[in-house]
């Protein structure tokens, strides 16, 4: 099965509303960026062992570990969860430039280093969602 369809299905695996939400983040990432390189990640450890909640990702970066190891990985995540969905925003090596940047002007959403999570659409500024995910593809 191709990374697309794998997306597709996981989109289509939500619940309505959560779906048309994701459907239209996903829309928007790739008119952002529209030659990213594209992920799904399962949520599944090299065990078959579900550890986290399926990602779809955008982009491509490196990331350095502690150990000098590189691996490469996404940008930009979206992922469902149980209260709504999460965007990743991969990259800024100051944990509080997110927070700082768009958590008073994003709605009702909570801001993390790297981390946006809200339950639907409605509750934030899209325009300030948008915004902080094409400077996640800048950094």
């Not at 289509?12 to 990213?36: F, Y």
């Not at 970066?61 to 469902?80: D, H, P, T, V």
């Amino acid at each position: 099965m191709t990374t697309q369809n794998q997306i597709n299905e996981y989109i289509n695996s939500q619940p309505e509303a959560k779906r048309n939400d994701m459907q239209t983040l996903h829309s928007m990432i790739l008119e952002l960026q529209p030659t990213a390189k594209l992920w799904f990640l399962d949520g599944k450890n090299e065990e078959g062992k579900v550890v986290s909640n399926p990602n779809i990702g955008y982009g491509s970066r490196m990331n350095e570990y502690a150990n000098g190891k590189q691996k490469e990985f996404y940008q930009i995540g979206l992922s469902g969860n149980t209260s709504g969905i999460s965007v990743y925003i991969m990259g800024y090596a100051d944990k509080t430039y997110l927070p700082k940047t768009y958590g008073e002007t994003i709605g009702k959403a909570s801001v993390t280093g790297y981390c946006i999570k809200f339950k639907s659409l409605k509750d934030i500024d899209l325009e300030v969602l948008k915004a902080a995910v094409k400077g996640g593809f800048e950094v």
